[in-house]
Each structure stands twice: as structure tokens, then as C-alpha cells.
């Protein structure tokens, strides 16, 4: 079947439109994350203790105090991937006001709580703007330096933004979905084509491999293999992958099983075409079509896979945003009256694996895929 065709007929179902709509949109904010999130700091870890845990919309002013310590400024390819560490400390305020060469504010502390704190501005004062006139001083911390921001998702326990923290975590998700496809598809078709094609003592051995890590209940398996290379970012994907060739490789056994006595699979054979080419150039080209829809599937897979792991803290680990990490760290919320703080991922991680089983079950369908 074209591919135009497959297209169209996808297309033209609402559900298929709003999957791809989801999916497209989280892919676009993780490439771009760095440069769309309102805090594009490292893993957007920026905490401000005394606005943890805030609703939605929640606003405030803050006061940007450079950092006794700068680090070295990073290559635009760098800030883009890992984001850019800010040159200043956020001081939340709830009012200020100038007395000759002094900043007086009044520092947030908690909803009713608050602190008077006198700042000489020189000591706020960026470097090139040290030696300005006093009037100038004052209006360039007003202008540069004092800023109103809203959190539009809240803040976590930490302080941080879960706006930023939610798109950079999509990176993790969408990683981890891409890593174990290809591993796992890479696995599966190799295995399974020689399974299927060769049959006898090597279909015997991989289907004995098979049976016995399927078997195995999948978070164990990948308990196992995180305990032998490690926990880390690199690390669970790899984990991911190695535990879920299994399915891909008995499907695809089974379609190579029915193709391998096709004609032209014997016409091949009696021109004398050795059995890699056979496989890899007519036998596999004409299992695309199953192969799609196991990807599809395996991405929903190893985006939950991933997000249980993370629940459990064996997965990727903070600083570093993921989705099943932000619910972990604020589960006990749902008892009182900031359930958002782990509703929000969840909602992110559900909307996801739903775009992601609804293509999949669409491509089933257009492709008539027999199980």
C-alpha cells in the first residue's frame, strides 16, 4: 500500500488528527524546550524555597541579585540541548522602595509573612552598571532588575516552575520512547527474521530465549538489568530496550514464517541471491507494515515503562525533569489542597500514551495487520 494512501486514510479519522496533533506538539516542545520554557536554566532547576508548592497563575514579584560567582558562558548548540545557567538569584518581594544608595524591600517569606531587607546597590548592581549616576542606579534596577512573573502551571515543593520543568521532561519521554523502538525493533527483526527464515535449531534456540523472558514480569526484568549497568538517563533507555524486543521479535518470526514460502521468496532463492539479501530486501520491506504498528505500541510502552521507574527512583534521576519523577516527588499532595503537582504529569504522561495507542490501532487497521 503507498504511502499517500496509508496517509489518507489515517487522516481522514478524527481521533488519528487529534493523536498526531499531541504528538507532533510534545516532539516540538522537547526539541525546542530550552528556548520556549520561561525558566531555561540547567533541567529548569532554579528554586525559590518560599514560593513552593503555589497554584496555578500564581504571580510575584522578584528581585535578581547577580551571583557572587559566574560561570562561564556556553556555546548557543550547548544552551539549545542543556539550557543556561542564570547569572542571578531570585529574591521574591512584595513591595520596595529606594532611600538615597539603598534598596529596601519588603522579602516574601509565606502568604502573610514578610521581612524588611536593605541591599546597598552597588552590591545589586551588574558591573557595567556600578558606576552610573544614583538616579540611574534606581532606574535601572527598576527597569532590569525587579520583575513581575506568573507561574502559569504553579511551583513545585522546591519553588521551581512546573511549566518549564513539564516541557523539559517531555525530552525524557520522547527520548526514551525513540531509544527503545530502535534497540528493541533492531533486536526483534534480527532475531525473528532468523528464526522465522531458518527455522530448526535456531528457531528452537530463540524461541526458548523468548519464552522465558516473557516469563518474566517486564519491571522486574528491567529492575534487573538498571541494577547490573547502573540507574541514570543513558542507562534506563538501554534497560527499556533490551526488555522489549521480545513481542517484536515473535511477530515478526511469525510473519517471516508465512512469507519465506511466498514465490517470489523461491524465485530469489533460484537465482541465486544469498539468504541476507533475501531477508533484508524482499522479506522485511514487506513486513513494514507490522513493524509500524509494534513501534507504535512500544512507544506508549516504554513512555509508561519509563515513568513507573521514575515513580520508583530507579529511573532518571534529579535534578533532571520526568514526568514520573515531578509525580513521585509530589504524590502525597493529592490528599490536600494542591493536587495539580501530580495531576499535571499525569495528565501529560496519559494524553501521550493515548495519542500514541490510538495511532497505533489505526495503522492496524488501515494495514489489515493480522495478529
Known sequence: MAANSIARKLFRRPSVVVAMTI??????????????VPDNTPNANTMIIELGAKQPRFAKQLLYLPKSVQEEKKSLLSQWFSGKASA?????????WFAQDKLYTLHYIDDGLQDTIAYHLKDILPTHAQTMPLVQQQAYIKNNQIKQHCFHLGTDRYGRDILSRLIIGARVSISVGIIAVLLSLTIGIVLGSLAGYYGGLIDNAVMWVINILWAIPTLLLVFAITLTIGKGFWEIFVAIGLTMWVSAARLIRGQ???????????????????????????ILPNMAGPVMVIAASNFATAILIEAGLSFLGIGVQPPQPSWGLMIKEHYNFLLTN???????PGLAIMLLVYAFNILGNALRDVLDVKG
Open 338 to 344: 494542591r493536587p495539580l503537582l501530580a495531576i499535571i
Open 23 to 36: 504528538i507532533i506538539t510534545v516532539c516540538l516542545l522537547a526539541v525546542f524546550a530550552y528556548l520556549i
Open 88 to 96: 542571578y538569584k531570585l529574591s521574591p518581594v512584595n513591595g520596595y
Open 256 to 282: 517471516v514464517l508465512v512469507l519465506r514460502e511466498m514465490e517470489y521468496v523461491t524465485a530469489a532463492k533460484a537465482l541465486g541471491l544469498g539468504d541476507a539479501r533475501i531477508i533484508f530486501r524482499h
